[in-house]
């Protein structure tokens, strides 16, 4: 006898909830329906109960609203939209803090972007602006402008922007604020280019395998095209502008200059660049860390040996050779 009421009561429920989420899409708790909540709701008036829910609906949508200015791309934010380009190997903790703070950052200015992260999936020594060129290349084309963007670098000053570069490149992290480099000509860590500028300097030079210079190169290529650099006005936190939140000893940096390579790499490169970046795009992916939308790109880049045979390691390629890798 109990059993059947319970039962009557629960398709009451059932009907009672299937009416109200089409009059309301956002059902309110997803608690499962419960014999005396079944029998509140079944006592109650209909007519009463759509009222109270039509009354309560003007302040959930805009619960909704402001919800989707922090989580989703907003046009009315303005017509552009950068792509944030992050290269990227081994750096998944670094990467889990950086998306969602970014994301909030850059949402609080009204900054639309989307996020890019080039993941070196090959053999070779790391080749960050090989990365920054695929992920140029792979970025949607409804972003206007790039941020090239270290993994590890956070502005936590808000006064710090990330405006569309229309009158040149924007260093962002610039030597005044980045908390370890200060060279003026110094143009790692952050910088915004429009489209346009990145394609007329033909990208970053392919020839940097290890880390570092490749920046310095890129420097060159910019005062070569006539393009003026700019950077953050006004900002007074200095060296505190920005956090670093890369662990040395968890990940010593790979500073080898093998063969010629130092030679070869401290003159401008006027043949490679976005143009002859040569790799294959693995996998592409799109996950969500927090909920925010992120573009995996898993490349493979190649290496011409008898051209940059510094993209291995004198180790490395004993170690490929035993194996028989090449
Ligand atoms: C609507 O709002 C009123 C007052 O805030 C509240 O008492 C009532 O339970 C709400 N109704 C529903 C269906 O959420
Ligand atoms: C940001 O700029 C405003 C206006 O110039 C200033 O009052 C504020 O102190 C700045 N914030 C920081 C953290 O420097
Ligand atoms: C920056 O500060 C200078 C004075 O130091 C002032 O003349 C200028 O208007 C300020 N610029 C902005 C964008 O606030």
Redesign the pocket.
Known sequence: MRRTKCLALGICCSLIITFLIALYPLQ?DGKPCSCDKALQLCGADLQQ?CA??H??KS?HSEEVRSQKDVYEDNTDWGPHKMAILVPFRDRLEELLTFVPYMHEFLNKQRTRHEFYIINQADYFRFNRASLINIGFIESRSDCDYIAMHDVDLIPVNPNITYPYPESGPFHVASPELHPLWHYPKFVGGILLLTRDDFTQVNGMSNKYWGWGREDDEFYVRMKMAGLKIHRPKNITTGYKTFRHIHDKRKRPRDQARIFDQKIKTSKLDRVTGVTTVKYTLDRRSVLSIDGIKVHMLNVLLECDLTQTPWCLTPMMAKEYKEKGLL
């Open positions: 309110q109960l109270s829910f009354s309560n302040t």
